[in-house]
């Protein structure tokens, strides 16, 4: 029983570089939420998913983008990072929008 | 708008002692109310819930909680720390309808002595 699983656990991007960080759970929620984490912030919303189909901003989505691949896959993607970025990024899921949600392990991402 | 405070940054108790989070929130009506563990290195992980009923709620690794209406509180306790328990916890607020996001407090770090 994995829950959810975020890929790739650590990464390091230089200053413009793009990429996607993946998360897929299975526990057939339907809702999926990136964060990000920095010290001091708590856990800031990115980008939303409440159903299969549907994409929402959050608190902080400058410079992000999702795409809700299928009910367990919603990925994050940087197009061009920025040293901004530098963050833990976690992905969680919840059987429906609003409830307690299940958090994977988190990216730690470092933008040079 | 909604917000969550959690006044203390660091706490330090000893091992055996007994443990109390404090969490404050601004909402307009009854909130749903979480409190997260987050061990170093981890994702966060769910201690309890608040939706409504019984304004004490027991959650797992024998931690409770208490809202308080009249305070805006949301307050974690456990009687007697172990030093697994240290960590950082996370409160949190939502309302589970068109804006269910959940805010975060900042969070308060355990540590405990032993």
């Known amino acids: 029983n994995a829950g959810v699983t975020q890929t790739p656990k650590f990464q390091v991007l230089k200053t413009g570089q793009s990429m996607t960080l993946q998360c897929a759970q299975d526990?057939?929620?339907?809702?999926m939420y990136w964060y990000r984490q920095d010290p001091g912030m708590g856990l800031r919303l990115i980008y939303y998913?409440?159903?299969?189909?549907?994409?929402d901003k959050g608190e902080v989505p400058n410079g992000y983008n999702v795409s809700r691949l299928n009910k367990r896959e919603f990925s994050l993607r940087l197009e061009s990072a920025a040293p901004s970025q530098t963050s833990v990024y976690f992905c969680?899921?919840?059987?429906?929008?609003?409830?307690?949600?299940?958090f994977g392990q988190g990216t730690r991402l470092t933008v040079v | 708008a909604q917000s969550v405070t959690q006044p203390d940054i660091h706490i330090t108790v000893s091992e055996g002692a007994s443990l109390e989070l404090r969490c404050n929130y601004s909402?307009?009506?009854?909130?749903?109310l979480f409190w997260y563990v987050q061990s170093p290195g981890q994702g966060l992980q769910l201690l309890l819930k608040?939706?409504?009923?019984?304004?004490l709620v027991q959650g797992i690794k024998g931690f409770e909680a208490e809202f308080k209406r009249s305070q805006s509180s949301f307050n974690l306790r456990k009687p007697s720390v172990h030093w697994s328990d240290a960590a950082e916890y996370f409160c949190?607020?939502?309302?589970?309808?068109?804006?269910?996001?959940?805010?975060f407090g900042k969070g308060t770090k355990l540590s405990v002595k032993p």
């Open positions: 969680a899921s919840s059987e429906y929008w609003g409830r307690p949600a299940f």
């Open positions: 526990m057939n929620h339907n809702s």
């Open positions: 909402y307009g009506a009854t909130p749903y």
């Open positions: 949190a607020v939502g309302d589970g309808g068109s804006q269910g996001n959940l805010i």
């Open positions: 608040y939706f409504s009923g019984d304004t």
């Open positions: 998913s409440a159903s299969e189909g549907t994409t």
